[in-house]
């Protein structure tokens, strides 16, 4: 976009009697994780990424930017915690145990 390299998602869901399909919030923890994945196996620097959300049941989407400051604090603060709650739980799951 405008000459700058960026990471973007495309989701479909449906519009119901909205004008337009809804971006929930686990789409931009999503697709900020894709951000930092992105960036650190390729050893890029990208810093925006977007949402496309398509319409399945008529014809409208929805788009949005984020931006690096929102990337970074949605990645530490939100899918790196949720992460480590999945893995403890994964992982009591598999030993059978608890604490």
């Known amino acids: 976009m405008d000459g ?30 894709y951000v930092e994945a992105y960036n650190e196996q390729n050893k890029m620097d990208i810093k925006k990424a977007g949402i496309l959300v398509l319409a399945k049941d008529k014809i409208a989407y929805n788009y949005r930017t984020l931006h690096i400051n929102v990337i970074e604090a949605m990645f530490h603060e939100v899918f790196l915690p949720a992460l480590s709650i999945y893995n403890f739980q994964n992982k009591n799951k598999n030993t059978g145990g608890s604490f």
């Open 4 to 33: 700058e390299l960026m990471v973007i998602d495309w989701k479909n869901s449906t519009a119901k009697k909205e004008a337009m399909p809804k971006i929930y919030p686990e789409y931009e923890y999503q697709v900020s994780a």
